[in-house]
């Protein structure tokens, strides 16, 4: 994470969770194929095909 809150996210990609949404974050966390975050207003963050459900 930045300091202003964006995430920056390296790795395989292959289901496009090294691809963040262009959104600032709380807090983010990473499994096996996807990536979720909590956002400033508190909502949660999920980006990736595989993320169940996908959310933004």
Avoid: H, Y
């Avoid at 289901?15 to 207003?41: H, M, W, Y």
């Amino acid at each position: 994470m930045q300091r202003s809150g964006s995430v920056t996210c390296w790795g395989d990609n292959s289901n496009g969770e090294a691809t963040p949404p262009p959104l600032q974050f709380r807090s983010v966390s990473a499994g096996n194929g996807f990536s979720c975050g909590i956002k400033l207003d508190g909502r949660l963050a999920c980006w990736s095909p595989t993320a169940l459900p996908p959310t933004t």
